[in-house]
């Protein structure tokens, strides 16, 4: 009878050592098609060895040779003028426009479009009737327009070709009275 039960338990042996693999393999198998799935859909990029955990977004590659961004202000620019002898003059800017270095700047334009036309107000009442008459007037302003819209981006003046505010375009004419 002992010989009965070793011959017994060893015809199940073999049996539970193929299922015992069989269910190995198909555990296996599962763990390689979910890994392979989860690669998928996480982007299909692995962690490179040395690299942070979050890396610093990639700047925007601007090729300066591209067509310019415009962004224009539809309204006109009315303000009055300081003057020293008392006498109301005023500054009429019927339109500004703007060139932008890239598209990121250019997404961030309607945002901050209320906060740059009140910099751009502010700036041209700062102006006398004088200084706005004197030869040249058009260019300073420009210049100075330019510095105070590239500070409300947040762009650095020497930054402002590649990220900012590269030209203010101003009209052919504007009014000082």
């Known amino acids: 009878m002992a010989k009965d039960d070793a011959a017994g338990k060893g015809a199940a042996a073999p049996k539970n050592n193929k299922m015992m693999i069989i269910i190995i393999a198909v555990v296996v198998l599962v763990l390689i098609l979910g890994g392979g799935a989860a690669f998928l859909l996480m982007g299909g990029k692995g962690k490179k060895h040395g690299d942070k955990a979050e890396a610093a977004p990639e700047e925007e590659v601007v090729d ?27 500054l009429q800017v019927p339109k500004i426009e703007l060139e932008l270095a890239s598209e990121s700047v250019a997404k961030k334009m309607p945002d901050l479009k209320s906060k740059i036309s009140d910099r ?3 700036t041209l009442r700062s102006k006398t009737t004088k200084e706005m008459l004197e030869p040249g007037s ?5 210049e100075e327009l330019k510095k105070v819209i590239n500070e409300t981006l947040e762009v650095k003046l020497e930054d402002a070709e590649r990220k900012g505010v590269r030209e203010v375009i101003l009209p052919s004419s504007f009014i000082v009275q």
């Open 64 to 90: 300066e040779h591209a067509k310019p961004i415009s962004f224009g202000f539809e309204e006109k620019f009315t303000v009055n003028l300081q003057t020293d002898d008392g006498t109301s003059h005023y």
């Open 120 to 122: 751009i107000n502010s």
């Open 138 to 142: 058009d260019l300073k302003l420009k």
